[in-house]
């Protein structure tokens, strides 16, 4: 009998965990020399009609949104308000490369951008972006998974941002495969990973276990974090002070990376991959199994037109370090409004849009976008159309997020640089770890 998730269950878990990342945030740090500062609110639960305004909109696209269907929905937006949207969309990195500088400069040139769960403590602090409370309807986050509104909201209480991307990642597998090379379970623990992997190898059912998304650029620290986290191990503690050279876990979990590389396990071309390069190879057939995919996946495995692998992919927990232990990574993404922008009622009203419970779903149907809205997660069409959406149940439990320091970005930049040479065989794991250290020694214990 398939466990059902209940509104009342899936709001406890995911307030939970979300609501425990908040609680990492640090204090505000001190307003940077010549930020932005705040126009004059709206009054506080209206949105001015803004027809005829033309606002310029900056975000990612999504890893799932193969057919278009964020532009297609913003098209909608547009019929149905008049307010003209200039969309610029690239790859994560492409994306943060254009808005960083412009938000740090307190420039104008965007009105809806990118607010990653990476930037909560430096954007708060900076005063970057406007609050949304006093240019949304009243109570517009109510429905909305309090947890993730609570993550996008700053220590003053306002909310700065609004989820578009509930980026949850979940382990999956070709259950078709695995039976092929003999193999009756997926994979409860690394070592049953690895052993899987190497027979179904040798089986010739799959050329590796993994591909995965190990290219020098900002997901490879969400990678790094990702395996600390099934290790049991620290980036940082609760004052910021560095965890990640001392600790054994997060030695052992950079580790495993560098001799996956060397054990077959994962394909070596993994340290050109993206993400979306290492999905495509999965849903391929080339792969056994995706360490964390995004909760759309499944939705693109059982499209015959985009995949190989139809009706031969299920969802199972994350291979822990120890057998019983697991984690995993939520990545959530939020909408925001420069405080410079010009628009910010338009804008205002293109995020009440995209982050509707209307938009939601419609999304949730056509790319299988992990709902921001309650509501949504008993829905009967959703229910009916992602049964599998169970089988999130007990990894949404263990969800942890990215480290929430003022210095991430600078974190990102030396980090990646220093796995990449490990796992390019130029150095050691524990001397990536302490060159990490070293070049960022002015950020220890600063939170």
């Given at each position: 009998?398939?466990?059902?998730?209940?509104?009342?269950?899936?709001?406890?878990?995911?307030?939970?965990?979300?609501?425990?990342?908040?609680?990492?945030?640090?204090?505000?740090?001190?307003?940077?020399?010549?930020?932005?500062?705040?126009?004059?609110?709206?009054?506080?639960?209206?949105?001015?009609?803004?027809?005829?305004?033309?606002?310029?909109?900056?975000?990612?696209?999504?890893?799932?949104?193969?057919?278009?269907?964020?532009?297609?929905?913003?098209?909608?937006?547009?019929?149905?308000?008049?307010?003209?949207?200039?969309?610029?969309?690239?790859?994560?990195?492409?994306?943060?490369?254009?808005?960083?500088?412009?938000?740090?400069?307190?420039?104008?040139?965007?009105?809806?951008?990118?607010?990653?769960?990476?930037?909560?403590?430096?954007?708060?602090?900076?005063?970057?972006?406007?609050?949304?409370?006093?240019?949304?309807?009243?109570?517009?986050?109510?429905?909305?998974?309090?947890?993730?509104?609570?993550?996008?909201?700053?220590?003053?209480?306002?909310?700065?941002?609004?989820?578009?991307?509930?980026?949850?990642?979940?382990?999956?597998?070709?259950k078709a495969k695995l039976e092929e090379a003999g193999l009756s379970?997926?994979?409860?623990?690394?070592?049953?990973?690895?052993?899987?992997?190497?027979?179904?190898?040798?089986?010739?059912?799959?050329?590796?276990?993994?591909?995965?998304?190990?290219?020098?650029?900002?997901?490879?620290?969400?990678?790094?974090?990702?395996?600390?986290?099934?290790?049991?191990?620290?980036?940082?503690?609760?004052?910021?002070?560095?965890?990640?050279?001392?600790?054994?876990?997060?030695?052992?979990?950079?580790?495993?990376?560098?001799?996956?590389?060397?054990?077959?396990?994962?394909?070596?071309?993994?340290?050109?991959?993206?993400?979306?390069?290492a999905q495509n190879l999965f849903l391929s057939g080339e792969t056994?199994?995706?360490?964390?995919?995004?909760?759309?996946?499944?939705?693109?495995?059982?499209?015959?037109?985009?995949?190989?692998?139809?009706?031969?992919?299920?969802?199972?927990?994350?291979?822990?370090?120890?057998?019983?232990?697991?984690?995993?990574?939520?990545?959530?993404?939020?909408?925001?409004?420069?405080?410079?922008?010009?628009?910010?009622?338009?804008?205002?009203?293109?995020?009440?849009?995209?982050?509707?419970?209307?938009?939601?779903?419609?999304?949730?149907?056509?790319?299988?976008?992990?709902?921001?809205?309650?509501?949504?997660?008993?829905?009967?069409?959703?229910?009916?159309?992602?049964?599998?959406?169970?089988?999130?149940?007990?990894?949404?439990?263990?969800?942890?997020?990215?480290?929430?320091?003022?210095?991430?970005?600078?974190?990102?930049?030396?980090?990646?640089?220093?796995?990449?040479?490990?796992?390019?065989?130029?150095?050691?794991?524990?001397?990536?770890?302490?060159?990490?250290?070293?070049?960022?020694?002015?950020?220890?214990?600063?939170?």
């Amino acid at each position: 009998m398939k466990k059902q998730m209940t509104k009342q269950w899936i709001l406890s878990v995911l307030m939970g965990v979300v609501l425990l990342l908040a609680a990492c945030a640090p204090a505000a740090a001190p307003v940077a020399p010549g930020a932005a500062t705040e126009a004059a609110p709206a009054e506080a639960g209206a949105v001015p009609a803004a027809a005829g305004e033309k606002i310029t909109v900056i975000f990612p696209r999504h890893e799932a949104d193969i057919s278009g269907a964020f532009e297609k929905r913003i098209r909608d937006f547009t019929k149905e308000t008049g307010i003209e949207v200039e969309l610029i969309q690239s790859d994560w990195d492409s994306v943060a490369a254009k808005i960083l500088p412009e938000m740090a400069t307190g420039g104008s040139a965007y009105d809806v951008v990118e607010f990653d769960n990476g930037w909560i403590a430096q954007w708060c602090g900076a005063n970057w972006v406007a609050p949304l409370d006093d240019l949304m309807p009243a109570g517009f986050t109510d429905g909305m998974i309090p947890g993730l509104v609570k993550l996008f909201s700053c220590p003053d209480g306002t909310v700065r941002g609004a989820v578009w991307n509930n980026d949850t990642r979940f382990f999956y597998y070709n259950k078709a495969k695995l039976e092929e090379a003999g193999l009756s379970a997926p994979p409860a623990t690394l070592d049953e990973l690895k052993q899987q992997s190497l027979a179904a190898q040798k089986a010739g059912v799959v050329k590796h276990g993994l591909a995965q998304p190990w290219k020098q650029e900002w997901a490879l620290g969400n990678e790094f974090h990702f395996w600390t986290y099934v290790f049991g191990g620290k980036i940082v503690d609760e004052k910021g002070c560095f965890l990640f050279n001392k600790d054994p876990n997060t030695l052992a979990a950079l580790q495993f990376m560098v001799d996956s590389l060397s054990d077959g396990v994962t394909n070596p071309a993994s340290l050109t991959y993206d993400q979306a390069a290492a999905q495509n190879l999965f849903l391929s057939g080339e792969t056994l199994f995706m360490a964390q995919g995004i909760a759309g996946l499944m939705a693109y495995a059982n499209n015959p037109e985009i995949s190989k692998v139809k009706d031969q992919v299920a969802v199972s927990i994350v291979p822990g370090a120890e057998a019983g232990k697991s984690a995993t990574l939520t990545l959530p993404e939020a909408y925001a409004i420069p405080s410079a922008s010009q628009h910010k009622e338009a804008a205002a009203k293109f995020i009440q849009y995209m982050t509707s419970q209307e938009t939601n779903k419609v999304l949730a149907q056509e790319i299988g976008l992990l709902p921001i809205w309650v509501d949504l997660y008993t829905d009967p069409d959703l229910v009916k159309l992602y049964p599998f959406w169970a089988q999130f149940a007990d990894q949404l439990a263990t969800a942890q997020g990215l480290s929430t320091v003022t210095w991430y970005g600078d974190f990102v930049d030396a980090a990646t640089s220093e796995i990449s040479a490990a796992l390019g065989n130029q150095k050691s794991a524990q001397q990536a770890l302490d060159d990490t250290a070293a070049a960022l020694k002015q950020f220890d214990c600063v939170p």
